[in-house]
């Protein structure tokens, strides 16, 4: 099923930080955004969150920092539970442990609050947390660039095999173009509160029309070099 955003625009502070934005997303489609630091990219996540729940999508969102997520004064065991119970979802151990398992956090200690998991785990674990419910669409705010990149590389693969076959359709805000090149089939990029150029990933790379993303592609063949 397809899910459609129509003239998505935020103002902040007197200025416009996203001008109106349309798109479509598919069923399990993996799409990429991509763009300058301040280019709108978080905001247009945040506007796609909001505008997609409001239409009734159920939409799970994994910000870039594990803190943005996590309580430090509760227990992991106490996220998961909220987590389910906002879903409206028994609590079902079966899942937990697949999940857990899937993104390598089954040694993880539930009764610990967030800072007795590493980083690694906490973020894996708020991945985890967004993918209970098998949302619709998944929104990725830079998900591995709070890890180091022998673990985001694992955490990438672990999201890729999680969500292979899925109805779950992903859009994975990034810096790293190599991580779009592996992961995503198609590339948003943006500029200046804009979309500039909304195509398939291998005609980006190698084709890009826009001057943002020609300058984005201009150092590297990140289909040659991926990370
Ligand atoms: N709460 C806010 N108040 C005022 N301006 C804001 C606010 N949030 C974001 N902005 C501005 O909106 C613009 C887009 O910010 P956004 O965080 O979406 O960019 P981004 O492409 O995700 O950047 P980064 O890659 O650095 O995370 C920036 O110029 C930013 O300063």
Same mark, same amino acid.
């Given at each position: 099923? %397809?899910?459609t955003?129509?003239?998505?625009s935020?103002?902040?502070? =007197?200025? *416009?930080?996203?001008?109106?934005?349309?798109l479509t997303?598919?069923a399990?489609?993996?799409?990429?955004?991509? =763009?300058?630091s301040?280019?709108? %990219?978080? &905001?247009?996540?945040?506007?796609l969150v909001?505008?997609?729940?409001? #239409?009734?999508?159920?939409?799970?969102?994994?910000?870039q920092?594990p803190?943005?997520?996590?309580?430090?004064l509760?227990?992991?065991? /106490?996220?998961?539970?909220e987590?389910?119970?906002?879903?409206?979802?028994p609590q079902d151990?079966?899942? #937990?442990q697949r999940? /857990?398992?899937?993104? %390598?956090?089954d040694h993880?200690?539930? @009764?610990? !609050?967030?800072?007795?998991?590493?980083?690694?785990?906490q #973020?894996? /674990?708020?991945?985890a947390?967004?993918?209970?419910?098998a949302?619709?669409?998944?929104v990725?705010?830079e998900?591995?660039s709070?890890?180091?990149p022998?673990?985001?590389? @694992?955490?990438?693969?672990?999201?890729d095999?999680?969500?292979?076959?899925?109805? *779950?359709?992903?859009?994975?805000? &990034?810096?790293?173009?190599g991580l779009?090149?592996?992961?995503?089939?198609?590339?948003?990029?943006?500029?200046? =509160?804009r979309?500039?150029?909304d195509?398939?990933?291998? *005609?980006?790379?190698?084709?890009?029309q826009?001057?943002t993303?020609k300058?984005? $592609?201009a150092? !590297?063949s990140w289909?040659?070099l991926? $990370?």
């Open positions: 099923m %397809k899910r955003v129509s003239g998505l935020v103002i902040r502070a =007197g200025r *416009t930080v996203l001008y109106p934005t349309s997303i598919a399990g489609e993996r799409i990429g955004v991509v =763009g300058a301040g280019s709108g %990219k978080s &905001t247009l996540g945040h506007a909001d505008d997609l729940r409001q #239409q009734g999508v159920r939409v799970a969102h994994v910000p920092s803190d943005e997520a996590l309580d430090p509760r227990s992991m065991a /106490f996220h998961w539970n987590a389910t119970r906002a879903l409206g979802l151990k079966n899942l #937990q999940l /857990f398992k899937a993104l %390598k956090i993880g200690d539930l @009764r610990k !609050r967030p800072w007795g998991w590493s980083r690694g785990m #973020q894996r /674990f708020v991945i947390m967004a993918m209970i419910g949302p619709d669409v998944l990725m705010d998900p591995t709070a890890l180091d022998i673990v985001a590389v @694992r955490t990438m693969v672990l999201l095999e999680q969500l292979r076959g899925s109805s *779950t359709a992903m859009l994975l805000i &990034t810096h790293d173009l779009a090149a592996q992961y995503v089939t198609r590339l948003l990029v943006m500029d200046g =509160g979309l500039v150029e195509s398939p990933t291998r *005609t980006l790379l190698e084709q890009p826009s001057k993303a300058s984005l $592609c150092h !590297r289909l040659s991926p $990370c």
